[in-house]
């Protein structure tokens, strides 16, 4: 054999003997790589479960209150931003609203210390809020205060606030708390709830129902008469806008065919026939435009 055609040979084969020596290394690091890269997928799936088995991170904020600390649920051992996140999440058969005199232990969402009730970190002195009660266990930025009467924290100003011990319960002065008519129902007569031990503000209408201040507001948009079907007085004194009242039922009697009706007044109870020309009809005992058409 010619000694050229011999060393081409001989190169060819160092050639290929180094081609598979090097497929094999890039195989052998890519299972090594592959390896370790579904290993820290495996160990991030288990932390990422442990995490919603704990309920969340430590250092994660409530949404719902603006505060500075998390709380552990002595049902289930977990940390949760609050009662609502803890109810709402479902991984839990006890409810934690209205059973907050449970809870024992925080967590700061600085530095991610658990520690007993207070209303600052004990390790890294951050406050968890403006406002703080730990007897109802409530921490937040907004304004507040906590009425010995009731036993609950409430929304807004305690000098705006008055307490009823007839009601045993607290009224806002901006919604004649002070004139108020004493009841002893505590049911909301809009959405059926307790006012007694609500975080809302509530009221007592002329008519003696009480209704949280959100469903007052909400009602008086779009009628200004007690919603319970029985009752159906007006919400409040409406002398201050009969005027105005009285211009529209005008309007209506001048653009829409006028008919003789028989109306009932709900504030007063006395039957009277009236000019109408629409759904605004005035009583001519009262003067209240609080009146329905009687069939």
């Not at 690091?29 to 442990?50: D, I, L, P």
């Amino acid at each position: 054999m010619p000694p050229t055609r011999a060393l081409t040979m001989a190169n060819n084969g160092n050639r290929r003997r180094g081609e598979k020596s090097s497929s094999s290394e890039n195989r052998s690091q890519s299972r090594r790589t592959g390896g370790s890269s579904s290993g820290a997928a495996g160990r991030a799936s288990g932390a990422a479960g442990r995490s919603s088995r704990t309920g969340g991170d430590s250092t994660d904020r409530c949404r719902h209150y603006k505060r500075m600390c998390n709380m552990v649920a002595p049902c289930c051992d977990s940390i949760v931003c609050c009662e609502i996140g803890h109810d709402s999440a479902g991984r839990c058969r006890t409810k934690l609203d209205g059973n907050l005199h449970w809870v024992r232990f925080l967590v700061c969402c600085e530095c991610n210390q658990r520690q007993p009730i207070g209303n600052c970190c004990r390790v890294c002195k951050r406050s968890f809020g403006d406002y703080g009660c730990p007897r109802c266990r409530k921490w937040d930025n907004k304004e507040a205060f906590h009425c010995d009467y009731c036993g609950v924290c409430r929304k807004g100003n305690k000098k705006n606030t008055m307490h009823c011990e007839v009601c045993n319960k607290c009224y806002p002065l901006s919604l004649g708390g002070a004139s108020h008519k004493c009841s002893t129902d505590s049911k909301c007569v809009g959405c059926q709830k307790d006012t007694q031990r609500s975080k809302q503000e509530s009221s007592t209408m002329a008519c003696g129902h009480v209704m949280h201040k959100g469903c007052f507001l909400q009602r008086v948009q779009k009628n200004f008469n007690c919603p319970v079907k029985s009752c159906r007085k007006s919400v409040g004194n409406m002398k201050r806008w009969n005027k105005e009242l009285a211009k529209l039922a005008e309007k209506q009697r001048k653009e829409n065919p006028i008919v003789i009706a028989n109306i009932i007044c709900n504030d007063c109870r006395v039957s009277s026939k009236v000019r109408s020309g629409g759904n605004l009809n005035q009583c001519k005992n009262c003067g209240s435009f609080n009146t329905a058409r009687r069939q």
